[in-house]
């Protein structure tokens, strides 16, 4: 594996493989990787020749008093996880490789999409997540760039700017990767102490249950959203910021999900808690087979 540090490097690293012909998949990462990371680099190892992966906390996504400066780093441990699950060229800029001036003045608008959910909690997020993603995938120029299920809302911006724009390479969602105890694999979950780290769990707990009352017939979002609040009344240590169903691919919120036979369509219930000191976000898809949702207002 080829550690680059600068796009000029990685543009003679990839230029070679672009005269042969060769595809180049993609995944964009802050580092601090999981298993969830390495899914997504064995998933882009089994369908393109090359492989590139990048690693880069980018301050355009992280508000004034979110966790930038204490975001996990360790490059040389990221390097070794990476060179493991098949990537050929790591690319890890600088901040100031990325952002000359310490930030750009051009930020990408994504319009209604980012002002909900995650959007709503954390203004200018959205933003900064395709600002990012779309100098990356200029740089890059992947045939495929692979996201997790577990940011959807992410994933639906993702996918939303490269229709809009036009950029010629196919977005690639994967599935969620939990621990054994069902709590959705993050780079933040090593800021959860022993305590948190037990009652995290309930998150994934809460929405599992709605979806079971989804699949028994539930159509209401204001029942599925009760009954996430209820089941965390049960372990006080998880506080529930939000939760709602959405579109999976517009995240327009959604107010029943409506029964319609086998080919129905698809909905999400998202939900962010704080555990401890820790803020952690999950979903899960409601009976994507047999449902279609009817959207709010």
């Known amino acids: 594996m080829k550690l680059h540090t600068t796009k000029q490097s990685l ?15 993609f995944v964009p990462t802050m580092g601090a990787f999981h298993e969830g990371h390495l899914s997504l680099m ?40 990476a060179a493991a699950a098949g990537v050929d060229h790591l690319f890890a800029p600088p901040l100031e490789e990325m952002y000359p001036d310490g930030s750009i003045a051009t930020r990408v608008d994504v ?22 993603c779309l100098k990356l995938f200029h740089i890059v120029s992947p045939d495929r760039a692979y996201f997790g299920h577990k940011d959807a809302q992410q994933l639906a911006v993702i996918r939303q700017m490269v229709a809009d724009l036009d950029l010629p390479l196919e977005v690639v969602g994967c599935p ?44 209401s979002v204001a029942e599925l959203r009760w ?10 240590a998880v506080r529930l910021q939000y939760v709602d169903a959405f579109d999976p691919e ?7 999900i409506a029964r319609r036979g086998a080919s129905g369509g698809k909905a999400i219930l998202a939900a962010a808690a704080h555990a401890g000191g820790t803020r952690l976000i999950d979903n899960v898809e409601l009976e994507p087979d047999n449902v279609a949702v009817e959207v709010a207002g």
């Not at 209604?112 to 997540?129: K, L, N, T």
């Not at 996430?228 to 006080?236: A, C, K, S």
């Not at 517009?250 to 029943?256: G, S």
Request: aromatic share 8%; hydrophobic share 45%.
């Open 11 to 25: 543009a003679a690293g990839l230029a070679g493989e672009r005269r042969k012909g060769r595809t180049v998949g």
């Open 111 to 132: 319009g209604p999409i980012g002002d909900v959910g995650e959007g709503a909690w954390r203004p200018g997020f959205f933003s900064g997540v395709a600002t990012v």
């Open 250 to 256: 517009t995240f327009r919120p959604l107010e029943r």
């Open 176 to 219: 969620t990767v939990r621990e054994p105890d069902g709590l959705a694999t993050s780079s933040r979950n090593a800021y959860l102490d022993a305590a948190a780290r037990r009652a995290a769990p309930a998150l994934a707990g809460a929405l599992l249950a709605a979806r079971d009352a989804a699949a028994a017939g539930e159509e």
């Open 42 to 81: 064995e998933r882009a190892r089994a369908e393109d020749d090359v492989v590139v992966a990048s690693i880069f906390v980018n301050p355009l996504q992280f508000g004034p008093a979110e966790d930038f400066a204490r975001y996990p780093r360790d490059l040389d441990a990221d390097a070794a996880l």
């Open 227 to 236: 009954l996430v609040e209820r089941y965390l009344e049960g372990e006080p």
